[in-house]
């Protein structure tokens, strides 16, 4: 009777009904220009569907949930497993940690749960007293500092404990004992028996947390495979000898393990702004060079940087974009994971997405190789089994955050040391991965994934196209198929252009539409990074199509689209679609195109600026904000780019 | 309460029952009066088979067999554990340990939970639970149509207008084509799950279509993105699934129900024969919520 059994009676049970769902194999493979062609030969079927082999839809999801068995989350009190994470995702109501109820807008299409590789499973036997636990002097404190109403100083204390690598080896469960296979088996069991081809994917996946000197280098790693390949092996960890903190180390155990099961994974980097410098380095990491074989090894692996989550939105950053005025959106800028090193401006350049995509251009003229290719998605990174991010739904980053008159004012984290203390206000509502698949299965979204054929949003579940080629006319947008043109003429976002025809520059054909029950859309931009000649990079962002063009133009003489106004009542946190657009499409030109020159362009949708999930909170709790409290924002989206190579 | 003594719970609390019987016979707390335990026996017999247990999980441990002085060890601190736990429990000391409390409690609901996961359930039951439940496994409606989009957005006021001189060009057989206005969305929905609508149109609107009169242009019907004049080609009704094709999952969910209902009811049988009383003091009221969350906050 040594079972870990965690919160959920049933579970015992459920192991025996292990549901083996067999997924449909299916390999979309890469759509080239060949390939599109072929779907739309010079003489098109009667039907304008027929033939059609193309993603039709995104699918919406989080690549990144913690529940109660990462031992963070489970330290703040989540109780929540992976199946009741699942469930959730699914559209069902549950109740949260908090015993609140709760439940989605509209079910999502995909989840991963990820919880934390080191010590995965291990609050559950703590608080279940495991008998091995109970026989260290360690587990046992922390068991009875638990039942006996001190939890929090035990979660603190166990947190400070797994940072400075004091946890005793005695209980930490570490790949290879029992209590470590059955957390990670378990995991991989509520994914399976989630998992619902067609409706819902329920991704087998973990977090590989490097956090050496708090600075965040985390990954979160899927499996495209179900578990028979999944259950052969047990997640890596950070902690040596079986485990390390750098990422070449990780890449190492992905390998193995493809070479082992001849499966498929990838890994996800996240919050660079909590990296201290250290998420895109161009010189060195960990003591070694940065030379080809690192760099094709990690775009090999790293396909996708997760742009935005509750922990800040890492995009660009004002310090390094003075010309972008929607630079400044939930920035967290004061230190690393663990504020214990407050930021200086010297390391923003290497932590966040735009400019790591042109460091990635640099180092590709040196080396050869890009290592910063990526695509773009958002996920929660919530710890509380719930990837609630709607502003209005709002379940916050932690248990403790959950609804509450409480986290308005709360103080998140603070270390008088250093300085650094984030409120709990500061956190956000944000975000989701949109994948565009050709079906909701595993096989067909991680494909979709590792394609690049990704966008982020903040939240809101807007549907945004991105295709580049060399022949998009403007009458292209008015096409009542515009995919089908997008395929047939380009590449859709997360492709390559290359060897321009000589006299032509790119096109792009750029559409978004409102999410179905959220907000218009303010306007589209495309984002553009370049190399020069003498070897620096340069960005400039053009508004392309905007809502209310009939009204709205851009200023003659600074060339700036005035804004699209507000109709936010921040007392009743209420707002109109009564500005912007439902629906916005153009094709654009890149009016400064230099054949000689490596670029990227990718698309950025922004919606009309909508009550912040503090407004919702002040409004339904009565609360004042502190002074300072950011109560508006504009959601938003991010393409996964399209590159330009000579 | 009668409900929940069909066939195999009652099984289940005969063995639940037999359990206690075996506990008192043993001469257990559960048959004592507080505050009495009973005397330890002095006489302990260390079985060949717990020799043998123990042999195996050093050899897993060690990668060997244990030599001649570490066999004797495991015994005699097996003997050690053996009078620790008697000498133990006559004194009294497993009483106010919250561990141990909370420990023989899980012990307990693992039982139940065990005895609740033996049997298997006949179609019959998966069939009767299913028609108890049909909200949890119905098939969606499915409908598939055609439609023609209205940009209220771009027409402002003469949208609605718009909308209804289009629907009667539609009723006069204009190419659906050649109307209204693009929509990122296909204006052409094969047969789809009404979930599957509402994830791309939004629920009202998927809720509408079930109201429109098939085969005919209709509308407007209104969406999160303006204006829609509708075509539906096929409606098919929502059903309950045959048994085969969720079998495992009204299985899945009739076992937890079960354990659910098994554990409640062995705890309802058990409460009943004890007197409780609460002795209530003032501040007994509102302290324990603030206890339970406490654990909480960082």
Known sequence: MTRNTYRSPVVSVLIALVLALPALAHDAGMLDKESAEKAFPAKPPYSPYAGRNFPTRPFFGDTHLHTGFSMDAGAFGCRLTPRDAYVFAKGKEIAASSGQPVKLSRPLDFLVVADHSDGMGFFPLIVGGDPKIMADPQGRKWNEMIHSGKGAEAAIDIITNFGKGTISKAILPLPGTPAYRGAWQETIKAAEEANDPGRFTAFIGYEWTSNTGGNNLHRNVVFRDNADKASRVEPFTTIKPLGSDNPTEL????????????????????????????????????????????????????RLYEVTQTKGTGESHPYLSPNDEFANFEIWDKGNLDGSVAKTKDMLEFEYA????????????????????????GSSDAHTGLAAMEEENFFGKTTPQEPS?????????????????????????????????????REALFDAMERRETYGTTGPRMIVRFFGGWDFEPKDAHNRLPAAIGYAKGVPMGGDLLEAPAGKAPTFLVAALKDSIGANLDRIQIIK???????????????????????????????????????????????????????????????????????????????????????????????????????????????????YTP | MEKFFREPLVHFLLIGAGLFLLFGWRGGPASLPAGQTGPPSAKIVVPQSDIDQMTATFTRTWQRPPTEEEAKGLVEDFVRNEIYYREALAIGLDRDDSVIRRRMRQKMEFIFEDIAAQTEPTDEELLAYMKKHPDSYLVDPQIAFRHVYVNAAKRGKNAG??????????????????????????????????????????????????????????????????????????????????????????????????????????????????????????????????????????
């Open chain 2, 161 to 298: 207008t718009d909308a209804l001189e289009i629907l009667a060009k539609l009723n006069a057989g204009a190419d659906p084509d050649g109307v209204g206005d693009p929509l990122l969305l296909a204006s052409e929905v094969p047969l789809s799950p009404l979930w599957d609508i509402s994830k791309q149109f939004g629920e009202p609107f998927s809720r509408k279509l079930l109201e429109l009169k098939p085969a005919t242009w209709t509308g407007p019907v209104q969406s999160g993105f303006g204006l829609h004049l509708v075509f539906v080609r096929k409606r098919v009704g929502g059903r309950l699934p045959d048994l085969k094709e969720v079998r495992e999952i009204v299985k899945r969910d009739l076992m937890a129900e079960r354990q659910k209902e098994l554990k409640d009811a062995a705890y309802a049988k058990l409460r009943e024969r004890y007197v409780v009383i609460i002795e209530k003091t003032k501040a007994d009221n509102k302290t324990s919520a603030a206890t339970l969350r406490g654990g909480a906050q960082p």
């Open chain 1, 354 to 377: 735009r400019s790591g995509l042109k460091l990635g251009l640099k180092i590709e003229k040196e080396l050869g190789t890009n290592p910063y290719k990526f695509g773009m998605i």
């Open chain 1, 405 to 441: 008159p409480e986290r308005m004012t709360k103080t998140f984290f603070d270390n008088p040391k250093s300085g650094v203390k984030v409120m709990d206000w500061e956190v956000s509502a944000s975000g989701y991965a949109a994948v565009w698949a050709t079906e909701n299965t």
């Open chain 1, 529 to 643: 990074g370049w190399l020069n000649a003498k070897g620096e990079v340069h960005e400039k962002i053009y508004d392309v199509v905007w809502g209310d063009a009939d009204k709205r133009k851009p200023d003659a003489k600074t060339g700036k689209l005035p804004p699209v106004g507000s109709t936010v009542d921040v007392a009743n946190a209420t707002w109109t679609n009564t500005i912007g657009d439902p629906e916005l499409i153009t094709v654009w030109k890149d009016p400064e195109f230099d054949p000689k020159q490596r670029a990227f362009y990718y698309a950025r949708v922004l919606e009309i600026p909508t009550p912040r999930w503090t407004a919702y909170d002040a409004k339904r709790f009565g609360v004042k904000p502190l002074p300072g409290t950011t109560m508006t924002l504009q959601e938003r989206a991010y393409t996964s780019p399209i590159w």
């Open chain 1, 251 to 302: 890449w190492k155990w992905m390998a193995a393990y493809e070479e082992k099961t001849g499966g498929d994974v990838l890994a996800i980097a996240h919050n660079g702004n909590l990296s201290n410098g250290r998420m895109f380095p161009v010189v060195e990491a960990f003591g070694k060079k940065i030379d080809r074989e690192h760099a094709e090894t990690r775009a090999r692996w790293e």
